[in-house]
């Protein structure tokens, strides 16, 4: 079964750091573009930050500067490195992906999510 997987979540005070990593599982022949999404309760889930094959990156205004999205194209992986996180960083985190099945097929995917609490 093909999916994407989530994890480094959890609770960190004002201005800590978090690492999330998004694994591609199953039969993957590839990843294309991913992207982090993020929900806070109550509110849409808006795009956080968005990686191409090729790494061109692109952020939303309310991350820049804070956040980074890398990827190991060899591991199917892509980490949202995230530093001087403020409250309203809070929220359910979900991974977005375009990933190319061995056998041939091309699909979109969602992660799980994985909660970010930002408090003191």
């Known amino acids: 079964q093909v999916q994407l997987v989530e994890s480094g979540g959890g609770w960190v005070q004002p201005g800590g750091s978090l690492r999330l990593s998004c694994t591609a599982s199953g039969s993957i022949r590839s990843m294309t573009a991913v992207a982090w999404y993020r929900q806070a309760p109550g509110k849409q889930r808006d795009l956080v930050a968005r990686?191409?094959?090729?790494?061109?990156?692109n952020y939303a205004d309310s991350v820049k500067g804070r956040f980074t999205i890398s990827r190991d194209n060899a591991n199917n992986t892509v980490y949202l490195q995230m530093n001087s996180l403020k409250p309203e960083d809070t929220a359910v985190y979900y991974c977005?992906?375009?990933?190319?099945?061995?056998?041939?097929?091309?699909?979109?995917?969602w992660g799980q999510g994985t909660q970010v609490t930002v408090s003191s």
């Open positions: 990686i191409t094959s090729g790494g061109i990156t």
């Open positions: 977005n992906g375009d990933l190319l099945t061995r056998r041939g097929n091309f699909g979109n995917y």
